[in-house]
């Protein structure tokens, strides 16, 4: 898990709500699907003209990559953070 | 099994100072392990089904996914704090009332999402219905709630007129529907918003039936909190439950 997910999944409080005795070990595992979740998100939204350039881009190491993708997926900040709020309501449901 | 070892007796063993409505965060022992467990395979299935919708090229090994993946939660990581706030002001608008004006598409509809819109453009019904994904409606919002019943009562009358309707894929939109009505649904039963009645009954009834199992099923699991006393009738009610769902 990197840790700005971390980050993320403890703005949520849901690392709080996990079992004692098997928390770090569930936590990695829901920083992981969170991650895999995120990313689907992110490139199934983009366009498939400039999926080439994202490629490209990402082989470059491009440290501009994030406002590549900000500008060419649309509502690019809400799809990821209605994904996080989807996933946070849904490990709810479960604990 | 001996009457002593029966899990339903465990609470007259509990340590002296175990206090009522303990969360499940600080339980320990079988309790805990079962929720880990369950939360794991359900993790599992998200993690599946995530893979399944992200495009081949961004599959190209650990690196990309990374690139990818870090790329996503540093766009949301400047936003973190506010992450809990509703989302969208157009969630809150009648987008049904919206979508039902002459010459509007769904991407007319403001509120919904590039994914979601992606969703709602399956030609393929039961495509449709598996990736339905119903958004978290706010409170109250009742349009939005009638909105996706819509949809889903468009994807369930393609189905019909395919000679589809019997298979798993209905059944299950349809256990998806009872648990999104459970939730937003305001108390009305299912059939107050949406007509079922092109449903074939074998569909529905198994639909109510796997529900409810399901339902169950997810009570059993959690277990009970610590220091929480069942009444005898009441263990013996769950325990009857849980093995109507394992069926």
């Known amino acids: ?95 | 099994m001996p009457r002593e070892q029966m899990p339903t007796d465990a609470h007259e063993e509990e340590p002296e100072g175990v206090e009522e409505g303990l969360s499940p965060a600080e339980g320990q022992g079988p309790e805990a392990v079962e929720v880990s467990k369950e939360v794991t395979e359900a993790l599992a299935i998200q993690a599946e089904e995530a893979d399944r919708l992200t495009p081949d090229w961004a599959k190209k090994g650990r690196r990309t996914e990374l690139a990818l993946g870090l790329t996503a939660v540093m766009a949301l990581g400047a936003c973190a704090p506010a992450m809990r706030a509703p989302v969208g002001p157009d969630r809150t608008q009648p987008i049904f009332a919206q979508a039902e004006k002459p010459g509007r598409t769904y991407d007319d509809i403001p509120g919904l999402t590039a994914a979601e819109r992606e969703n709602m453009s399956y030609r393929n019904p039961s495509e449709r219905i598996a990736r339905l994904d119903f958004p978290k409606a706010q409170a109250g919002d009742k349009d939005t709630f009638v909105f996706y019943v819509t949809k889903l009562e468009d994807a369930l009358g393609d189905l019909s007129e395919n000679r589809d309707l019997s298979g798993s894929v209905a059944v299950d939109a349809l256990k998806r529907l009872h648990r999104f009505n459970a939730k937003y649904g305001g108390g009305k039963p299912l059939n107050y918003y949406l007509d079922t009645s092109s449903v074939p009954e074998k569909v529905r009834s198994d639909a109510w039936t796997g529900y409810k199992a399901d339902k169950r099923a997810a009570k059993g699991a959690r277990g009970k909190k610590r220091g929480t006393r069942y009444s005898r009738k009441a263990q013996r009610q769950a325990a009857s439950h849980e093995r109507v769902a394992r069926k």
Not at chain 1, 3 to 20: F, V
Not at chain 1, 56 to 64: A, G, K, L
Request: no cysteine.
């Open chain 1, 1 to 95: 898990m990197l840790p700005q997910t971390k980050k993320i999944l403890d703005s949520t409080g849901l690392l709080e709500k996990l079992p004692a005795e098997s928390k770090d070990k569930l936590a990695e595992k829901i920083g992981e699907t969170l991650e895999k979740k995120l990313v689907a998100a992110l490139t199934s939204n983009v366009p498939a003209d400039k999926v080439a350039e994202v490629e490209q881009r990402m082989d470059q190491n491009d440290s501009n990559l994030e406002q590549y993708l900000a500008e060419i997926v649309p509502n690019h900040q809400e799809i990821l953070r209605q994904t996080v709020d989807d996933f946070t309501q849904e490990v709810e449901g479960l604990l």
